[in-house]
């Protein structure tokens, strides 16, 4: 029992002898090991990144775009984004500059990109494995006012430094863009429902003056014929309605059905016309408007491959395994022998 016990037992003399006696085993799968990772360090191309830092937009331009003042006046105040984001130059600041954050880490917005890179620059045509890892980092969380640390890092990976750059800086500017377009847009829907619920207001005041005239109408002819029966031709007092006489209220029957246009009658109609005009004027141009300040355009900047790292690491796997190979293979001879002798 104790001469088994002994002889499972393996020093360190046992493993010298097993590792010499697999010598040349170990040795050939080091050295494949070794050249595997000698062709992929060597073969590895270094990556490159770059990098733009961004701002919050000047408030100084969104001040440019005099017609908040007005479209403040026309708008429920009750419309809680609108209240939140543009009723001031600063929070339209806000507004834009967070848009612009959720542009850029839009999937659609970085499709629509690329869909427009076709044509239009012969080596941005194609990025199939050229660019890789689009990141957009915060640098400050925001608050109710914009602060100069309220930054944001967009970063970009790939394997050409000037292809990089270019469609880095390229990017930012469509996403600017972009964020600009839709915030027009989103005015001009705002502006355009108004204008459509003023217009639907005059028209339901319109209706009611042309339905008070008909009731009007109603009233007078009922008055009339009473004031026939009695023989009323003339004033006789406005006690009672056909008090006015036959003579008053047949003219002013035949001038009601006569009236084509309400709208002198209507008191709220002066004011609902003047809000029309005012935003027939609301033309804006926001060309000269970003969503977001560039710090400066792209830096590229490169990661080198460590090569003696990824040889030394192969090499020093490749004595691993062999040497573990080489222990594989002593145990299932041990265990045949031991078979055999039993």
């Given at each position: ?54 701002r ?37 600041a ?30 941005l ?6 660019v890789?890892?689009l ?26 430094q ?11 500017a ?33 209706i ?9 109408i109603?009233?007078?002819r009922?008055?009339?014929?009473i ?5 009323i ?17 047949k ?92």
């Amino acid at each position: 029992m104790s001469t088994r016990k002994s002889s499972d037992e393996i020093t360190l003399i046992d493993i010298g002898r097993i590792v010499f006696n697999f010598r040349l085993g170990i040795i050939i799968i080091t050295l494949i090991f070794m050249v595997a990772s000698t062709w992929y360090a060597f073969s590895k191309t270094d990556i490159f990144g770059a990098k733009v830092t961004i701002r919050p937009t000047d408030v100084r331009d969104i001040e440019k775009l005099g017609f908040l003042t007005l479209y403040h006046h026309f708008f429920d105040h009750a419309d809680v984004n609108l209240t939140d984001n543009i009723y001031s130059p600063l929070k339209s600041a806000i507004y834009l500059y967070k848009q612009m954050i959720l542009n850029l880490n839009s999937y659609k917005v970085r499709y629509l990109f690329e869909n427009s890179l076709n044509g239009q620059h012969g080596e941005l045509k194609s990025n199939s494995g050229r660019v890789s890892n689009l990141i957009v980092k915060y640098g400050h969380q925001f608050g109710r006012r914009i602060q100069d640390d309220d930054l944001i890092i967009v970063s970009i990976e790939g394997d050409d430094q000037n292809y990089l750059i270019r469609y880095l800086n390229d990017f930012i500017a469509f996403a600017n863009t972009y964020t600009i377009k839709s915030f027009k847009e989103m005015l001009e829907d705002k502006i355009k429902n108004r204008r459509a619920a003023i217009l639907n207001e005059i028209e339901c005041h319109r209706i009611a003056a042309k339905q008070t005239r008909n009731d009007k109408i109603v009233r007078l002819r009922e008055a009339l014929g009473i004031a026939e029966k009695l023989g009323i031709g003339s004033y006789k007092g406005d006690k009672k309605l056909y008090h006015l006489g036959a003579k008053a209220l047949k003219s002013e029957i035949k001038a009601l059905q006569a009236r084509k246009n309400d709208d002198p009658f209507i008191l709220e109609l002066p004011k609902l016309q003047a809000q029309i005009k005012q935003l027939s004027r609301l033309h804006f141009d926001l060309t000269m408007v970003n969503a977001a300040k560039v710090d400066s355009p792209a830096t590229p900047h490169k990661y080198t491959t460590n090569r003696r790292f990824i040889i030394i690491i192969g090499t020093i796997s490749g004595i691993m395994l062999g040497v573990f190979i080489a222990f594989i293979f002593h145990f299932i001879k041990n265990a045949r022998v031991n078979n055999f002798e039993n």
